[in-house]
């Protein structure tokens, strides 16, 4: 198993400037943001998917060369059921542009959401989806790449905090699996729903491609008022839950021992990726670096070489 993070946290750097900071803090891979340049939070663009040519397939290789790291997956999380069609197939274009990218620089895979429709039932989403996800796992395919799906709940994206994302509990991930996709798996959200994440992942370790290391802070007191469902009333954004907020690994209520240990006793062999959305150390690039190191800290020891 290897240790690597998720750029997405430094969306000020460039590319060069994340390799480097990797490299020097003894990181072995990085799972790359590649977003449009659309300024939403928790995104970034560091690989520059609507113009990407084999020019700068070589350029990166040489980059990732040079600081001896591997590139584990090329990151794109959005919803491919959005409501308004136009959107929808915005996004969907830009998934291939993804995976023709990952083909150019031999990236295993490429890492999206399902997403959801939220005017409609989550079986009328997965009928709507199915089609469509058996296209992207064909085409992936054909070009030696695999998509992996987030287990986020991304509840953020429904007005009332339920799932905007329909890969978020092993009943889910079953139905995916069938359609040829695999599992990037994050026990963080498994937690807040109810669901133990050790227990969730042993049985499908073989689907796993590649893993985010994100640790999740729970706040009973408030869960009691608020419910599993959340703030409904005074909330300060769509994402403000009322009683859990993510953590570095180390810092919230994740069993960091038995989630690795379950990912080596089902042979899992990837990337464990730090995925770094801690608002206590969040907000500048040093913070962010203070996170990190919290994060590796808490890895390094469970991880063999």
């Given at each position: 198993m290897k240790l690597g993070f998720f750029?997405?946290?430094?969306?000020?750097?460039?590319?060069?400037?994340?390799?480097?900071?990797?490299?020097v803090n003894g990181y072995q891979a990085l799972e790359v943001s590649a977003w449009p340049?659309?300024?939403?939070?928790?995104?970034?663009?560091?690989l520059p998917i609507s113009t990407f040519t084999e020019a700068d397939a070589e350029a990166t290789k040489q980059l990732f060369a040079k600081h001896s790291l591997e590139m584990s997956s090329i990151a794109f999380y959005d919803n491919h059921l959005h409501v308004d069609e136009a959107k929808r197939a915005e996004v969907r274009a830009h998934l291939f542009k993804c995976i023709d990218a990952a083909q150019l620089l031999g990236c295993p895979t490429v890492g999206t959401f399902i997403g959801r429709d939220i005017s409609k039932s989550v079986a009328d989403n997965l009928a709507i989806a199915e089609p469509f996800f058996r296209e992207v796992t064909e085409y992936a395919g054909e070009r030696d790449v695999k998509v992996?799906?987030?287990?986020?709940?991304?509840?953020g994206w429904h007005p009332d905090l339920y799932p905007g994302n329909l890969a978020y509990s092993p009943e889910l991930w079953e139905w995916m699996f069938d359609l040829g996709l695999y599992l990037n798996y994050d026990p963080s959200h498994l937690l807040w729903i109810g669901i133990d994440p050790v227990a969730a992942l042993k049985p499908y370790v073989d689907k796993v491609l590649h893993a985010q290391a994100k640790d999740l802070e729970i706040f009973a007191d408030k869960r009691n008022q608020y419910s599993a469902f959340g703030r409904q009333i005074a909330r300060s954004d769509q994402w403000d839950t009322g009683w859990w907020r993510y953590r570095v690994p180390g810092r919230g209520d994740v069993d960091w021992n038995g989630v690795v240990d379950a990912l080596y006793e089902g042979g899992f062999d990837g990337v464990l990726s730090i995925e770094h959305e801690d608002p206590v150390w969040g907000g500048t690039p040093e913070k962010v670096q203070t996170g990190l190191e919290i994060a590796r800290r808490t890895l390094r020891p469970l991880i063999v070489e």
């Open positions: 750029t997405a946290c430094f969306p000020q750097w460039d590319l060069a400037q994340i390799a480097a900071y990797a490299q340049e659309d300024g939403r939070a928790f995104t970034a663009t560091h992996i799906i987030e287990n986020c709940v991304m509840e």
